[in-house]
């Protein structure tokens, strides 16, 4: 996968590399016609030391290993015109991309993979391509900067009560009759929509009504409900708690803090970025919300504001699916570095000028992304001796859109917008619920038995009674899981099945303390184990349901119990970007300028199912719970279940080997045409456990199906033939497009038994701007038999059907013509 780069339009480094005097750089190349000898041009003038060995050419993808046999200097006697370099290949290379880079030589005169110390770290190397002077329409000028891509807003229907019922009738009625505008009570229409209205509201209320607690579909309470679905293996979640990213930014180091709270300028004329929890006092706690950190770390001020670094380059910007940046590094007398940036924290990539306008207050919200660090590495940029930090992470937290880093300001100033986004690096994971302490009291005693056996004055035997305490506050928390070392992006997974109760209880029984532990159910809980389930009633209180000496352990008599809990779940937390401002502590810090902000909104926060929820879903848990495999659907099912992060499809199909049956399951991941031998091999070791007794399971990669297209296209007056041909390339290919979309044969695009259609071939580029009318005239498996150059080489209905275990590709390669070719005859436009 080719790695998305940094691009400037203004490439201001490359004058001030031709002005230094200790470095030099590479400027450009040219290819022979044979392909077998290069020149290249430096920025300055020859350097005398070049050896053969200072030359390497990589790249590749069937023929590699290209050496360089010899390479002679042009050197220019006019002192203004820089040197040139001719090299001599061994072979010329294929239709991919190559680089030229110039290196250190080791002992023995063969090349390294280390720069050469007299060149820049940007000119080193030149990517270049033998095939440049072949014969083609599209227009080698890369892409620039997307333009931001509205979302639509999400509209969703949800009818219930009489209200909800009332409000869609009107909304109907003023579909059907839309002259009829009459909303009055005391209209005839009206009043028989009010009357259908309540009639819907007693049916839906009479639904719920009805139910008994004996059988799951008409139980009313939650509990039952709640016992009920777990009988069939279905697990009701009780909500969860928002969480989000909360930036600080200081003039003084922090301790870490307490907790976070929203804007509350409003209701306190005193309120400022740092509070301490007396100050809330005297406000309602249900004027604001209450946020405490999941994982707490000091705050550093130099952490506060973090710069990219360009180098030395104008009108920047990081396309959308980059992994990496370069940062400017702040380091004390001692040289050390103050950030102390390492992999596992978290950067936040904050847009803070307008690039149009260059004002604060057009800054877009949406140009806001969390990334977690899985590199951090400090260096010098050579030409400036400016300290930066190389970061990069995983492609779960790529950037999902183009972010600026710098841009020209609005005419007549034309002035240098630098930065247009910087990165906030005292960044906390926050989560929605503040955290209360209460007694639940003693176990009680329900009788007293003294044995007295021989005169033996044996201890007393104290038997528990019944006890179910309660909680006062509610609602109790449900944190979602999240690894340490998680994606950023995980904290958008929603998996509210998965959370456990923010409860941490503890007992005392004649003086020895104990900890109990929260869980799902008791089904594997031992005699011994100190396990408790959390139950929600109704009424929203929260019972404690502890074991009975087999399945959990019960609780002593007397024994005392304390509850730390957290309280504050459901949608109410999930609180919009810049609404968390104020960072509470014990002891505040004198002097010190704080702004708090989640540049983010918060996520995860639900409401607990309801119990008509369960009951839809819960009867047929355990049939998408499969725990064995028969059928070829059944292979690929527990595939994709148990890979979901990397199976983005799975098929299979069952063959006779002449000896027994082989179970061939195809996969289809994520990301790429062809997985990689690992995912297969762990997949086969997965889907072992399930097999049928008699079935070999083997697992393959999905059947490539090269497609071969021919399209004529007229373009529109006034367009560029060359400018439609790249963007038909790019919609109806295989690789992601620079606003973030995919195009049309992506590998996750495009799936098992994936037909393809003419008609939408034709769709896709009557869409591009330019496109005037499009015809398929050629739609075809590559390789087939052909037909006369003149006649329409179609399949039946023009669409081309898939088997089952295959996926279509149109990768529009030259060096692999059987991964798809797609051939534009263009006419019209310029």
């Not at 031998?677 to 199906?705: K, M, Q, S, T």
Request: proline content about 7%.
């Amino acid at each position: 996968m080719t790695e998305t780069m940094l691009r400037c339009r203004d490439e201001r480094r490359r004058a001030l590399v031709r002005r230094d005097p200790c470095l030099n750089g590479l400027d450009y190349l040219e290819v022979s016609a044979d392909q077998r000898r290069l020149t290249v041009y430096f920025l300055d003038k020859a350097p005398d030391d070049l050896e053969l060995g200072n030359l390497r050419v990589v790249g590749g993808r069937r023929i590699t290993d290209i050496r360089v046999t010899g390479f002679s200097i042009c050197a220019n006697e006019d002192p203004e015109r820089d040197d040139c370099l001719t090299v001599q290949l061994d072979r010329p290379g294929d239709h991919s991309c190559y680089r030229l880079e110039v290196v250190e030589a080791d002992e023995y005169g063969y090349p390294t993979a280390t720069r050469h110390h007299g060149f820049d770290p940007r000119y080193y190397a030149l990517e270049f391509s033998f095939k440049v002077d072949c014969p083609s329409e599209l227009d080698c000028l890369p892409v620039p900067c997307p333009p931001p891509a509205w979302s639509q807003p999400d509209i969703r229907y949800l009818a219930k009560d009489y209200q909800s019922f009332t409000e869609l009738l009107l909304d109907r009625m003023a579909v059907l009759a839309p002259g009829w505008r009459e909303r009055s009570a005391a209209d005839m229409y009206v009043m028989l929509l009010e009357v259908l209205a309540y009639v819907g509201d007693q049916l839906s209320y009479r639904q719920d009504a009805i139910a008994t607690e004996a059988y799951l579909t008409t139980a009313r309470l939650r509990t039952s409900v709640r016992r009920h679905a777990r009988l069939v293996d279905y697990r009701m979640h009780e909500g969860a708690s928002a969480r989000a990213w909360v930036v600080v930014e200081t003039t003084h180091d922090l301790d870490a803090p307490k907790a976070f709270v929203t804007d509350v300028a409003a209701l306190l004329a005193d309120a400022a970025p740092l509070m301490k929890p007396e100050a809330l006092e005297r406000i309602s706690s249900a004027d604001y919300l209450w946020f405490e950190p999941v994982w707490a770390r000091p705050i550093r001020k130099d952490r506060s504001t973090i710069h990219f670094y360009t180098w030395g380059d104008g009108d920047c910007c990081l396309p959308a699916g980059t992994t990496t940046a370069t940062l400017i590094d702040v380091v004390d007398e001692c040289g050390d570095s103050t950030l102390g940036l390492a992999a596992g924290d978290v950067l936040v990539f904050e847009e803070i000028l307008g690039p149009g306008t260059g004002l604060a207050a057009d800054a877009d919200l949406n140009h806001r992304h969390a990334v977690r660090l899985t590199e951090a590495r400090r260096d010098t940029d050579p030409l400036t001796d400016t300290e930066i930090v190389e970061i990069a992470w995983g492609t779960a937290d790529a950037l999902p859109f183009a972010l600026c880093l710098s841009a020209i300001g609005p005419p007549p100033e034309c002035a240098v917008l630098d930065p247009v986004s910087v990165v906030r690096g005292n960044v906390t994971l926050v989560d929605h619920g503040r955290t209360t302490c209460e007694e639940l009291g003693e176990v009680p005693i329900v009788s007293r038995v003294e044995p007295c056996q021989d005169g033996c004055p044996d201890p007393p035997v104290l038997r528990p009674g019944r006890y179910r305490p309660a909680l006062t506050d509610t609602p109790l928390s449900y944190r979602m899981p999240f690894a340490p070392d998680a994606p950023a992006a995980a904290i958008t997974v929603d998996a509210p099945r998965a959370a456990l109760a923010q409860l941490r209880l503890t007992s005392t029984d004649h003086g020895v303390k104990a900890r109990w532990e929260p869980r799902h159910d008791l089904l594997d809980s031992g005699p011994g184990d100190r396990h408790l389930v959390v139950e929600t009633d109704d009424e929203a209180i929260v019972h404690l349901r502890f074991g009975d000496d087999t399945l959990g352990r019960a609780p002593a008599a007397t024994e005392r119990f304390l509850a730390d809990y957290r309280v504050g779940a459901g949608p109410v937390g999930n609180v919009g970007p810049d609404s968390i401002r104020h960072l509470v502590y014990d002891d505040l810090v004198s002097g010190a300028e704080v702004r708090v902000h989640n540049p983010l909104p918060a996520v995860g926060g639900l409401a607990p199912e309801s119990v008509v929820e369960v009951k839809k879903f819960a009867p047929r848990a355990m049939h998408r719970d499969r725990q064995r495999a028969i059928t070829p659907a059944d292979y690929a099912e527990l595939t994709m279940r148990d890979f979901p992060a990397r199976v983005q499809r799975a098929a299979a199909e069952q063959r006779w080997t002449g000896s027994w049956y082989e179970m061939r399951v195809g996969v289809d991941s994520f990301g790429a045409f062809d997985p990689c031998p690992d995912l297969l091999a762990a997949i086969a070791a997965r889907l072992d456990h399930y097999r049928r007794i008699g079935h070999d399971v083997a697992v393959v990669p999905a059947i490539n199906v090269g497609l071969e297209i021919d399209m004529r296209i007229c373009v529109a007056e006034g367009y560029r033939r060359a400018d439609v041909a790249r963007i038909l390339h790019a919609r109806l290919g295989s690789r992601r497009l620079s606003d973030g979309t995919l195009g049309m044969f992506h590998p996750d695009a495009v799936t098992f038994g994936a037909s393809v259609a003419a008609s939408t071939l034709v769709a896709v580029a009557a869409a591009v701007a330019g496109v005037g009318n499009a015809e398929v005239t050629r739609l075809r498996r590559y390789g087939q038999s052909t037909v006369p150059a003149d006649a329409k080489d179609l399949p039946d209905n023009g669409v081309l059907r898939m088997r089952p275990m295959e996926v279509p590709r149109l990768d529009n390669d030259p060096a692999a013509p059987e991964h798809g070719i797609l051939r534009l005859d263009l006419r019209g436009g310029r």
